[in-house]
């Protein structure tokens, strides 16, 4: 489960900061991509929305600064996570 | 802190003081790259300008404006603005602007623009927030969609960048949607 979402995380990230899926790591983040401006932030949150039909709340925006910390949210957002 | 209005992760809100005036609030407007895809900042600004404006803030209803500032190293980095705001039908125009450049990459003005919403919705209690951005400002495209506004409209060829004719997008944000979504 944590294996396809992860994978999909990557395909998004990806996609919005044009890089390979071997570019990125758990601890990829603004200070690891170059790309990763505030523009494409907003662009990430968004594409992430859409991939996985979610809505993050603003604290959760602010909170996406790395791809363990969008999984970490995103595990608590999807229906099947929840407890 | 100084006399924190509400405090986020990496900055917090406040009202401006005399020495944001002294500082480089002034000089923000007056930069050709903040000011491009500002539609009411063609001329240059000045201190005594700036101090004008910050002495009609005070006591002033109509339009809150609060000073951005850095948590880590207290320093004054940009403004951010509810104006128009109408007390009967409870809407309001929000504005912001980075003013240091070395933060204009970075999410401040996300977090900045966030809670200037909640300012507008939960402190003051407002049921719509408007705004506009010229259709070239690709990170106010994007700032609205994250925040979930609604494209209302479109001035036509409103204004004149580079010598291009460009349109005005204006979008709005409404309590419920706002609410549906951080609560």
New interface residues.
């Given amino acids: 489960m944590k294996t396809n979402i992860s994978d999909r995380i990557k395909n998004v990230m990806s996609a919005v900061f044009g890089i390979s899926n071997e570019e990125i790591s758990d601890e990829s983040s603004p200070d690891t991509i170059e790309s990763w401006d505030s523009l494409k932030h907003m662009n990430l949150v968004v594409s992430l929305e859409e991939e996985f039909n979610v809505e993050f709340t603003d604290d959760n925006i602010i909170e996406l600064i790395n791809m363990k910390l969008i999984m970490a949210v995103l595990l608590e957002k999807l229906p099947s996570n929840r407890s | 802190m100084y006399n924190p209005y509400m405090v986020?992760?990496?900055i917090y809100l406040r009202h401006p003081t005399e020495e944001d005036v002294q500082g480089k609030w002034h000089e923000w407007f007056s930069d050709e790259e903040l000011t491009k895809f500002m539609t009411d900042r063609f001329w240059p600004n000045s201190k005594e300008a700036q101090l004008e404006f910050y002495k009609s803030l005070i006591n002033n209803k109509e339009r809150l404006v609060l000073s951005l500032i850095n948590k880590s190293n207290n320093e004054h980095v940009g403004v951010v603005s509810l104006s128009a705001i109408n007390w009967v039908h409870r809407h309001a125009d929000i504005a912001l602007a980075i003013g240091e450049k070395k933060y204009?990459?970075?999410?401040i003005?996300?977090?900045a623009f966030?809670m200037m919403?909640?300012v507008a919705f939960v402190r003051l209690n407002l049921k719509n927030v408007k705004s506009s951005y010229i259709a070239l400002n690709?990170?106010s495209e994007?700032?609205h969609?994250?925040?979930k506004f609604t494209k209302v409209g479109v001035y036509k060829k409103f204004v004149c960048i580079d010598s291009n004719n460009i349109d005005v997008i204006v979008e709005v944000l409404d309590r419920e949607t706002w609410l549906k979504?951080?609560t």
């Fill in positions: 986020g992760k990496q204009r990459k970075g999410s003005a996300i977090e966030s919403l909640k690709k990170e994007a700032l969609r994250l925040m979504r951080n």
